[in-house]
Nanobody, 120 residues
Framework: QLQLVESGGGLVQPGGSLRLSCVAS????????LGWFRQAPGEERVNVAC????????YYPDSVRDRFATSLDNALNTFFLQMNNLTSEDTAVYHC?????????????WGHGTQVTVSS
């Protein structure tokens, strides 16, 4: 049974950086599309990064492109999200998931999330 556990969130000042980790157990990540999503209070969950494991291709929406980078360490079976030059608009709960389209991902293929707060 797949389990995804995020970590690395916290409080950071504007302009700062954080690196989120998503550790997987029960299934190797290398054969799947992997997504990072975020959900701010009162807003829908949105995709902020997608990694297609089989060819290493990535996708980022305009809101985070050039600031966020995702990667996969197969040896650790861990999915990462490096976030740089953070702003208050990046404040949200961040989730990893097995997939890149939120509406199509079953509940048991999501992590529980890690809070990121950007504030001075």
């Amino acid at each position: 049974q797949l389990q995804l556990v995020e970590s690395g969130g916290g409080l950071v000042q504007p302009g700062g950086s954080l690196r989120l980790s998503c550790v997987a157990s029960g299934l190797p990540l290398k054969n799947y599309a992997l997504g990072w999503f975020r959900q701010a209070p009162g807003e829908e969950r949105v995709n902020v990064a997608c990694l297609t494991s089989h060819d290493g291709s990535t996708y980022y929406p305009d809101s985070v492109r050039d600031r966020f980078a995702t990667s996969l360490d197969n040896a650790l079976n861990t999915f990462f999200l490096q976030m740089n030059n953070l702003t208050s608009e990046d404040t949200a709960v961040y989730h990893c998931a097995l997939g890149c389209t939120a509406d199509t991902i079953p509940k048991d293929l999501w992590g529980h999330g890690t809070q990121v707060t950007v504030s001075s």
